[in-house]
């Protein structure tokens, strides 16, 4: 998969990862990573192109 930037709202910081879920909610689609400052996860839109790249990869 290729690497995404995410942003940590409990931290307050950006970090990247390769290592993702893609998951759809309400018609949307969404990159879903563990944070790197704690147990919560780190959410970020996608849109349909990114997330069936993804997908496939």
Known sequence: MA???FY???SKK???ASV???K???GRFFAVTKSLSGP???WRVMSKE???KAKKA
């Open 24 to 26: 759809e909610k309400g």
């Open 20 to 22: 993702f879920t893609v």
């Open 50 to 52: 990114q997330a069936m």
């Open 40 to 42: 919560h996860e780190c």
């Open 14 to 16: 950006k970090f990247k």
């Open 8 to 10: 940590d709202v409990k």
């Open 3 to 5: 690497e995404m930037e």
